[in-house]
């Protein structure tokens, strides 16, 4: 367990990093862009898997986010980190996708914005497992968490975004209120909100009761 | 304190944003509220829960598919082209360079004024026995325009007298020159009602002859010659109505602006004035400039060999106002012999009348077809030197002069 110093040296030494990484993207190193999209891959993947509720999609929606960030990365001038951007980047990218799904009555067919039980959960394959846990341990976890994502999915478009980047990606408010173009106050009175609705279904669903007892 | 405050502070103080004193007062409050504190346990466990979601993992082939996707939606070279082209700064540039253009353009058509090629006819013959021309230097030796009074004669000029004109040096200016370096200067002759290029044997030497860029035919060259350009180009669509080329025709406009000496030694102008009047000249508009052909307001058309009735049916389709029912009626008599009488008769004989200047062309274009068509200088009264002219009353007052047949 690392202290508060070491993570901070830590942070600064990814941030460097990552800021070397951009350099080189910028000017033109491919491997570098590679580099960078292994780096972010995961938490823009589960931005995106959390905004359109498919896995299918937040593939599809995930490629082209990058693929922007490889086309405009040459207009990065760094007066915001490079993590704050590429989330507004990709904020911006999942609006529209939303948008065109919306238009084509995706949302309605598929009924994803209230995910059924079970239905389109992420592939265990791609979990990691931890071996030590039992199996009914493992069921029951996996349980928990499908409830917690299809209560998140019930949330309103710009509810899900601020509690996907604070409690998800673990972005600060200030962060959350660039990347989404937001003030800082809108950013606690939605994310006080967002929460307070997840608090609501998951009491609906008994899982608080149940942790509680 | 209130519950909703306490539950309003409650997100922050998950996220640690909330200062000491309202912890504070919010543990004060949970110790003594069971239903805040209930709600407090339910966010923090639904908090817990959400940070607690295992990250999903992305696709094992993600970085290939980002590489195969920039490969496939590489931009064509087109897409490149049009964006560079939707670039603000572009586009500004753009627009500032088609801003300019069409600027120049309209300076230079306001700056080269159009001549008609009656203009042209009125400065060549306002002597009843002008002499033909057929090229731009013949022209030029034509005796500068004449004021003829009342008792003067219209003798032709003695042929070896020397001559100076003002003749368009390129651009837009006119210089005094002796009349054999003009033609030197515009060796152009006329080829079935179209002033060309005269033919030379030695094709460079010729090329020497002309003024920069001067081939009839080229629009290009309209802003080196714009008088001769025009003229040719109005000439091609009107042959008939051309006897002389435009250079002869400004020669005498600024002898006249300059109140030249109409000598048998040519042209003698102001030297102080020349360069004002031809610049005046040359920028005037057309019916300015018709305003300087001697009288501001009356034109004396010569018919000669036409139908007296066909004449005034002519006028008569051009004429807004005559001075009486008669004028404009009547027709008493043919004119024994051109004199200065003439006007009266042809007032008397109907065949005079005010037209709209804008119908000057087309009433012209009209006697043409009646018979030959040359006009009589008008010289203008004390009074009429202050009339307003032509160019702004709109109207022109047109005399038809018919000389006695030949018997």
Known sequence: MSNPREQSQERATEEARVNDLVHKAQEGSMEAVDELVRTYQTPIFNLAYRMVNQREEACDLTQEIFIKVCRAIRSFKGRSRFSTWLQALAINTCRSRRQRLRRIGFFEATSLDAVPEGADAPSPRHEPVDAGDRPETELVRHETQEIVGRAIATLPEDFREVIVMRDIQGLSYEEIAEATGCQTGTVKSRLSRARAKVRDELLREGLLCRVNG | ?407
């Open chain 2, 1 to 407: 304190m209130p519950c909703e405050r306490i539950k309003a502070w409650m997100s922050d103080h998950l996220d640690g944003r909330l200062d000491a004193a309202r912890v504070r007062d919010l543990n004060a409050h949970l110790a003594g509220c069971e239903a805040c504190r209930r709600e407090w346990n339910d966010l923090r466990q639904t908090v817990a829960l959400i940070r607690s979601l295992t990250p999903l993992a992305p696709p094992v082939d993600l970085v290939d598919s980002v590489r195969q996707g920039l490969a496939a939606s590489r931009p064509t070279r087109l897409a490149v082209f049009w964006r560079v082209l939707n670039r603000p700064q572009i586009r500004v540039a753009l627009a500032a360079s088609v801003v300019i253009l069409v600027g120049f353009y309209g300076w230079r058509n306001l700056t080269i004024s159009p001549v008609t090629p009656e203009e042209c006819v009125s400065a060549a013959c306002r002597q009843v026995d002008a002499p033909a021309v057929d090229t731009l230097a013949d022209a030029m030796k034509v005796p500068p325009p004449t004021v003829v009074g009342k008792d003067q004669d219209l003798a032709p000029r003695p042929a070896d007298a020397p001559v100076t004109v003002i003749a368009p040096v390129g651009g837009n200016r006119l210089e005094k020159m002796p009349a054999a370096q003009a033609e030197e200067r515009h060796s152009l002759q006329r080829r079935d009602g179209i002033w060309e290029k005269r033919e030379s044997s030695d094709p460079s030497a010729d090329e020497k002859r002309q003024p920069p860029g001067l081939s009839i035919g080229d629009a290009s060259l309209e802003r080196e010659e714009p008088s001769v350009v025009t003229f040719a180009a109005r000439a091609q669509r009107m042959p008939e109505a051309v006897t002389e080329p435009v250079a002869a025709a400004e020669e005498r406009a600024v002898a006249f602006e300059a109140g030249a000496d109409a000598s048998d030694d040519g042209v003698t102008l102001d030297a102080a004035a020349a360069p004002s009047v031809a610049k005046r000249v040359a920028k005037a508009p057309l019916a300015s400039r018709m305003a300087t052909d001697v009288h501001p307001l009356q034109r004396e058309i010569v018919l000669t060999g036409g139908d007296p009735a066909a004449a005034r049916q002519i006028l008569a389709r051009y004429v807004v106002r005559a001075k009486t029912r008669e004028m404009k009626e009547g027709y008493t008599a043919a004119a024994s012999r051109v004199t200065s009488s003439d006007k009266a008769k042809a007032d008397t004989a109907g065949l005079s009348g005010w037209i709209n200047a804008a119908d000057y062309d087309r009433l012209l274009a009209d006697l043409k077809v009646a018979g030959t068509v040359t006009f009589r200088p008008v010289e203008p009264s004390e009074k009429d030197a202050q009339a307003t002219p032509a160019s702004e009353s709109g109207r022109v007052w047109v005399s038809i002069i018919l000389p006695p047949p030949e018997t």
